[in-house]
């Protein structure tokens, strides 16, 4: 077995839409980023890289390559699902968080669940999905920006 973490964080910036866990959320602005900047699904992203010792998301879709200009994460993601089952390994669970002061998570939590489990062929149970705020704490809390942190289970395949 091998264990993942993933960490991301990504300031707002007007005129950019805000896609977290492939969801489109109604917002006044969206996260700055070389690609569409999902904060949860680059942090899975790296946590699944992580467990396999394959280095970070940004070695695998580097932000100076344009072909990831502005790309949607979700196909990233089933990129790296490519990657899993090329290693001989298969995804146990994953275990997210989000952190934000704003806006609220909680309408769109299963929906970011649901997309990912189907991206990654997993059951619904497989995929947890959790939000939080800092008590106005923070970069999160001062509404500067979203982090996100993951930690994934993978099995080896023998």
Not at 103 to 113: A, D, G, H
């Amino acid at each position: 077995m091998r264990v993942g973490i993933g960490y991301d964080v990504h300031r707002f910036e007007k005129n950019r839409k805000l896609i977290i866990g492939g969801v489109n959320i109604p917002y006044d602005k969206g996260l700055a980023g070389h690609s569409d900047a999902d904060v949860l699904i680059h942090a899975i992203i790296d946590a699944l890289i992580g467990a396999m010792n394959k280095g970070d998301i940004g070695t695998l879709f580097p932000d100076t390559d344009d072909k990831y200009k502005d790309i949607d994460s979700m196909l990233l993601l089933g990129e790296v699902k490519k990657i899993i089952a090329e290693n001989n390994f298969k995804i146990s669970n994953i275990d997210s968080i989000i952190i934000a002061q704003s806006p609220k998570m909680l309408p769109y939590i299963s929906k970011m669940k649901e997309n990912i489990a189907k991206t990654l062929d997993l059951n619904f149970e497989q995929v947890s999905v959790k939000a939080t705020t800092t008590e106005n704490l923070g970069f999160e809390g001062r509404k500067e920006g979203i982090s996100s942190q993951a930690v994934v289970l993978l099995e080896e395949i023998l």
